[in-house]
């Protein structure tokens, strides 16, 4: 009868699956855009210039949520800032707008340009988006400048030679620029997480089991114990960065501009993943474990988000507490932007592994404390069990 039990336990298995695998769908199912940091960039000092401006601003809040939030830019130069990763786009005005304009109403009309600038690096899916919403935003001013332009000729009776005509029917065109352009690089920074995470995890519960029934002289003995854990899993965390790079130029045919920049990034996440699983997993336990496998399986999907896409409890309480985002994060700031290993996102790595290896030597103190209570009926030839 004991066999039976099975059926029952199956029924609950795929109540708890199918649950947690379409939890994990959320943040994807209900993203939208809202208030993505747009750049807006008006060098025209014509009315012309500033009444576009306008226009563009009132499309992008026709909606309740409105999808842009634009920041004023007082120059091209400052266009930079999508280097900083502040942006994920930009509209930009030139000087001569007004001018180009005006030409409309002369015998050689020539087209006023604008340039739509794309940071391809910060977001690939949410850089598709944007190229999509401005080119759509341009051609609508485009259509309805045309539909006046045209309007006016044919109530004024005034014939058009085919320049007038060619300008007429396209007067506004956009030029669109990407920045920080990412290639056949463009998955490279979501393709390496599953395999770090799941790596490191496997290796982490690994280095767990070889201390999980070891037997101690001293505490001395298993702080240094403790130490040679956190050593080893450092030295994990080198191999596997350099061997998962190496994989990925073999296997993916990935091309870097500095082969070691990435693969001592990855090193130093998969080093900090290693020391971050274990030091949990050495004060709970087993309850550890599907806490992490969960971690991967809602991560992921918030990895190829941007967080102003997220909803609101998503972006508020979940993604700023998600380890990996920083590998994340320092990937596409080696591979898109700056090209420096030591960034913001390896700062930060650096204090997780650090936090995790003080927590795990600190387990030493806990374990001790609790030996030191039972001492009198524990008591193993003063030898202590970790």
Not at 11 to 27: C, D, E, G, H, K
Request: with cysteine; proline share 4%; hydrophobic share 50%.
């Amino acid at each position: 009868m004991k066999e039976n039990k099975f059926f029952g336990i199956a029924f609950v298995a795929v109540l708890l699956l199918s649950f947690i695998f379409v939890a994990t769908q959320i943040p994807g199912a209900h993203s939208t855009p809202k208030d993505l940091p747009i750049g807006l960039v008006l060098e025209d000092g014509g009315n012309i210039g500033q009444t576009f401006v306008e226009m563009i601003q009132k499309n992008s809040q026709a909606t309740k949520e409105a999808p842009f939030k634009w920041v004023v830019l007082k120059n091209e130069q400052e266009i930079e800032k999508l280097a900083n990763q502040e942006l994920y786009g930009a509209i930009y005005i030139p000087k001569d707008f007004s001018e180009k304009y005006a030409s409309f109403q002369t015998p050689t009309p020539t087209s006023a340009m604008l340039k739509i600038y794309i940071n391809q690096g910060k977001n690939t899916n949410v850089a598709n988006i944007v190229t999509q919403a401005l080119s759509t935003m341009v051609e609508k001013m485009n259509d309805n400048v045309s539909a006046q332009l045209l309007a006016v000729t044919e109530k004024n009776n005034i014939p058009l030679n085919a320049n007038q005509a060619r300008i007429y029917a396209s007067p506004i065109q956009s030029e669109i620029v990407n920045v920080h352009e990412t290639g056949k690089l463009s998955n490279a920074p979501l393709s390496y997480f599953q395999p770090i995470w799941m790596s490191s995890l496997i290796s982490a519960i690994l280095l767990w089991f070889t201390g999980r029934n070891r037997k101690f002289n001293s505490v001395m003995e298993q702080i240094k114990f403790r130490g040679f854990q956190a050593l080893i899993a450092m030295i994990i965390g080198l191999f596997g960065g350099y061997l998962l790079t190496w994989y990925s130029t073999w296997m993916l045919d990935y091309e870097f501009a500095d082969f070691n920049y990435v693969a001592l990034f990855l090193s130093l996440t998969c080093a900090t993943f290693i020391l971050l699983i274990l030091a949990i997993t050495t004060w709970i336990k087993y309850a550890a474990l599907p806490i992490f496998v969960l971690l991967m399986f809602f991560g992921l999907p918030l990895l190829q988000i941007a967080p102003e896409m997220l909803p609101s409890f998503y972006a508020d309480w979940i993604y700023p507490w998600l380890p990996f985002r920083f590998m994340f994060e320092g990937l596409k700031e080696i591979l898109f932007f700056s090209g420096e290993l030591w960034s913001s996102a390896a700062v930060s790595l650096c204090w997780i592994a650090v936090v995790s290896i003080v927590v795990l030597l600190l387990s030493v103190v806990k374990r001790s404390s609790y030996k030191e209570d039972k001492s009198a009926e524990d008591m193993d030839g003063g030898r202590v069990e970790v």
